[in-house]
Nanobody, 125 residues
């Protein structure tokens, strides 16, 4: 499974960005995977942001982004999205998408099987 993120960039505080993550692979069945977004700021641990169940029917968010970010997916396009609104300077990080072959939604970095290379999001004050 290969994951490629896009949509990062520089935005002013209060602005919005939409990240995309396209999945591919010869044997990939995208709808078999729960998908997550994580982020890592300089000198900090990678942290959970949001996750969505394989069906799209359930989501979960970190408290720090709840009400501002929205995760969604399009299984026909093998793509997961992260809509980020009301961005704050503390949201600045490299954002990674990840795939997890599991039933329940999970939030641990170690629990995800496949990772993308990341996309930089910088929020200026």
């Amino acid at each position: 499974v290969q994951l490629v993120e896009s949509g990062g960039g520089l935005v002013q505080a209060g602005g919005s960005l939409r990240l995309s993550c396209a999945a591919s692979g010869r044997t990939l069945v995208f709808s078999n995977y729960n998908m997550g977004w994580f982020r890592q700021a300089p000198r900090k641990e990678r942290e959970f942001v949001a996750a969505i169940k394989w069906s799209g029917g359930s989501t979960t968010y970190a408290d720090s982004v709840k009400g501002r970010f929205a995760i969604s997916r399009d299984n026909a396009k093998n793509t997961v999205y992260l809509q980020m609104n009301s961005l704050k300077p503390e949201d600045t990080a490299v954002y990674y998408c990840a795939a997890d072959w599991a039933g329940a939604l999970r939030v641990g970095v170690q629990e995800y099987d496949y990772w993308g290379q990341g996309t930089q999001v910088t929020v200026s004050s």
